[in-house]
């Protein structure tokens, strides 16, 4: 399997979440402070991040030499995309990364259930002035 294959596999779906969310992100990457963010979202991303690595650095031949050892490494990598999902930012700084997540770097888009947590936590950062 190809990397871009793989990436398919790693991404949402759903261009309106993009077009919904983007200015927020925009503003909020452009005014937002640096700040610590919370312990859990950054365990969460970093859980995530390296089960991504772990299925991208897998032999190409992996899926045909074991099939199901390569259905454990999908499981694996979409359980530790779905929590990364869920997980809450607590700054403009983790929200910007957690939409990056959802939309794969801009390679896909963002499903409906994601963009209607993105949209929640967009709001409860505003009103908390984050």
């Given at each position: 399997m190809d990397t871009t294959t793989r990436r398919a596999l790693i991404g949402g779906a759903g261009m309106i979440g993009v077009a919904i969310v983007?200015?927020?992100?925009?503003?909020?990457?452009?005014?937002s402070a640096p700040a610590f963010g919370s312990p859990e979202f950054r365990a969460t991303m970093k859980a995530n991040k390296a089960a991504v690595?772990?299925?991208l650095g897998l032999p190409e031949t992996f899926e045909?030499?074991?099939?199901?050892g390569y259905?454990?490494?999908v499981e694996r990598m979409c359980a530790a995309?779905?929590?990364?999902?869920?997980?809450?930012?607590?700054?403009?700084?983790?929200?910007?990364?957690?939409?990056?997540?959802?939309?794969d770097g801009g390679l896909s888009a963002l499903?409906?259930?994601n963009a209607t947590r993105l949209?929640?936590?967009?709001k409860r950062l505003l009103n908390a002035g984050a």
């Open positions: 983007g200015q927020i992100v925009v503003d909020a990457s452009a005014t690595d772990r299925f045909r030499d074991d099939p199901q259905q454990c490494e995309s779905r929590a990364a999902d869920h997980a809450t930012p607590s700054t403009w700084a983790e929200f910007v990364e957690l939409f990056g997540h959802q939309c499903d409906d259930d949209l929640a936590h967009a």
